[in-house]
């Protein structure tokens, strides 16, 4: 019995990290068309430090998840730059959630309590979810603007392309 639990805990947690890396890899790919295209590049380098940020985080060291809180402030400090003390009211501020998540990996009350590190696993599933939203609708606005441009050419010849 205790075998099986054994394997279905590794079979969820590699499905767990599984799912997060398919929406990291979505977010990056999006955020880099955004770029190409002629969008903001600050989700570009948000989704590159919330790579670096959740191996930190996720690995079994208590001296590199304690690294991961690092992240969050270099995005604070992005957001700041970007967009003024006004940057909560901002959409772009998504991005806190799942780097506050990840920071709240390397806290050893959370850490060592196993219903809490589940729920804050669902948070951070949820909030990776949330990022991905807000990115495809941004870049949905991005085209709706190209395509307001009428002369002709589609809103794929702005930008790099």
């Not at 767990?16 to 903001?40: F, K, Q």
């Not at 079994?60 to 957001?79: D, K, Q, Y």
């Not at 700041?80 to 909560?88: A, I, M, R, S, V």
């Not at 309590?113 to 939203?133: D, M």
Request: aromatic share 14%; glycine share 8%; charged share 10%.
């Amino acid at each position: 019995m205790a075998k099986a639990r054994e394997t279905s805990q590794k079979l969820y947690s590699t499905f767990y990290v599984l799912i997060l890396v398919i929406i990291g890899v979505y977010c990056v790919l999006n955020a880099t068309y955004t770029a190409i295209i002629g969008g903001t590049t600050f989700y570009f380098f948000a989704n590159i430090i919330l790579f670096f940020q959740s191996v930190m985080a996720l690995r079994p060291s208590e001296h590199t998840r304690n690294l991961a809180g690092l992240g969050l402030i270099v995005i604070i400090f992005g957001l700041l730059y970007t967009h003024g003390l006004g940057f909560l009211s901002h959409m772009k501020a998504i991005v806190l959630f799942p780097s506050v998540a990840l920071t709240l990996f390397g806290l050893p009350k959370i850490a060592d309590h196993p219903q809490k590190l589940n729920i804050l696993k669902i948070g951070l599933l949820l909030s990776f979810i949330a990022l991905a939203a807000v990115q495809y609708y941004e870049l949905d606005y991005l085209k709706g603007y190209y395509d307001s441009l009428h002369n002709g050419e589609t809103w794929q010849q702005y930008g790099a392309l």
